[in-house]
């Protein structure tokens, strides 16, 4: 496969998003830097990855392993860092959940496994908005439509006219990223 230099500059731009996040929030909400930083991490790999003109081999192993993370760590964590203070109770539940996807995902059939990882980072999206709306956060609603809609309605496989679609994928998680941002700053 080409280098898709494209998708490693996007990937880049989202790496900047993540340590913007973790730059404005470390002190105020050590979780939900946890939960962006995996994402950093995977964008980081995705860098390397799509720079190179073979995308095989260990560095699309670890991209591939970091994005799942991100998915099934990093929004669970992200809605714990939301949570934590105004409804323990889902932040519980959001814990569990985590934690029985990574422990139970072997244990399942290939199909099911994308369920369930996606049910993870759809509950933990549900419960931004949960908490943001108690809150009258309005950057907290903004920021998690915008990962849905970039998740759903854009996606990450194939091309929308001329561009890749995981590039528009990254366009949207910076939007997000820099909205939840101002999310937790106002928290």
Not at 54 to 73: C, K
Not at 160 to 179: K, S
Request: charged share 10%; aromatic share 12%.
């Amino acid at each position: 496969m080409a280098r898709q230099l494209t998708t490693s500059v996007s990937d880049a731009f989202l790496t900047w998003s993540v340590l913007y996040f973790i730059y404005n929030v470390f002190w105020i909400n050590f979780f939900a830097c946890v939960g962006l930083g995996i994402q950093g991490v995977a964008a980081a790999l995705g860098v390397a990855r799509f720079a190179q003109a073979r995308q095989e081999g260990q560095i699309y192993d670890y991209h591939m392993m970091a994005a799942w993370l991100a998915r099934v760590l990093g929004v669970p964590l992200l809605a714990v860092g939301f949570c934590h203070k105004e409804l323990p109770i889902m932040m519980n539940l959001n814990i569990m959940f985590m934690m029985g996807v990574l422990l139970g995902n072997r244990l399942l059939a290939p199909g099911m496994r994308k369920l369930i990882v996606e049910a993870c980072s759809g509950f933990g999206m549900l419960t931004i908005i949960i908490v943001s709306l108690r809150t009258w956060n309005i950057y907290g609603v903004l920021a998690a439509a915008v990962y849905i809609v970039s998740g759903l309605m854009i996606g990450s496989e194939g091309k929308l006219g001329m561009v890749y679609r995981v590039d528009l994928l990254h366009v949207g998680l910076l939007v997000g990223n820099i909205l939840f941002t101002w999310a937790v700053l106002n928290l």
